[in-house]
């Protein structure tokens, strides 16, 4: 069997618009259709607008966009996309009186490219993982719990892509501008990176990522042992002990009573009847 050729490695974008599920169907073909004309004014305005020109395919998925260009723009891209896209959409938001949240994702790996008319470009492992990462808790939790007039951005970045550019020392962000988070939609699974170019609400009240609730053990816990309880009254060579709550009461007679029974012959007191 002759060897596959590995595709190229590609950076793979991907932006999403929150909420669009809940715009009127007259209008999400007038929104979404305006998306590609946003992310060409943002690599504009990044001042590396022959990026749009240098994509090596894209994809409109409806409520988004999906790009992939060469591996050397992943820099270019992790330091300046988001931030200038929290810009532009502010612009927007200021222009239309409705301002419009995204969520980008980014990763990286062997991508389908120039493949030919029976295969689609951009296709492989790692355009499924981006969109995966897109639509994680992790990511959409960052724009539930931030200001919708201010945090209008929420990125994550795949594991391969954080140490290869920010931990490599590509990335003109730090490492701990980034936080780590564990994903898992559908059959993925894996960790990847978060980062707000402008966090608020309780993003900056409790971070990036909420502690998860404390495990509740399947089995019952069993019944704790009765208390230990000892009484004594004794007078003399007479006297009453009960050894616990549960157990049985002897008697300084020689009986015990133990529930509703009795062991042992009870006397009566000599002294009955006296005056």
Known sequence: ??????????????????????????????????????????????????????????????????????????????????????????????????????RVSLSVGPLTDDAGPRIRDGQGAARIETHRLLDSAPVRDLLARSNPQVTLVATIISARVYEDVVAGGYSELREDQFVEAPVKVKSYEGSAYLHVPLPSGDLLANGFTLPEPPQVAEHATEPAEPASVQIRDISGNRGTVIGSNQGPVQTGDGVQVNGSTVHGTVMRDKRSGRK
Not at 9 to 21: E, G, I, N, P
Not at 40 to 46: A, G, K, N, S, V
Request: glycine share 12%.
């Open 1 to 102: 069997m002759p060897h596959r050729s590995l595709p190229p490695y590609r950076a793979m974008l991907v932006v999403d618009l929150k909420d669009f599920s809940g715009v009127p169907a007259a209008e999400q073909g007038v929104i979404g259709g305006r998306i590609p004309e946003l992310l060409r004014d943002t690599f504009q305005r990044m001042g590396h607008g022959y990026l749009w020109a240098e994509a090596k395919f894209t994809d409109h998925t409806g409520d988004g966009y999906a790009m992939g260009f060469r591996t050397k723009h992943l820099p270019v891209l992790v330091d300046g996309f988001s931030s200038t896209l929290q810009q532009e959409l502010a612009d927007v938001g200021r222009r239309t009186g409705a301002p419009q949240r995204m």
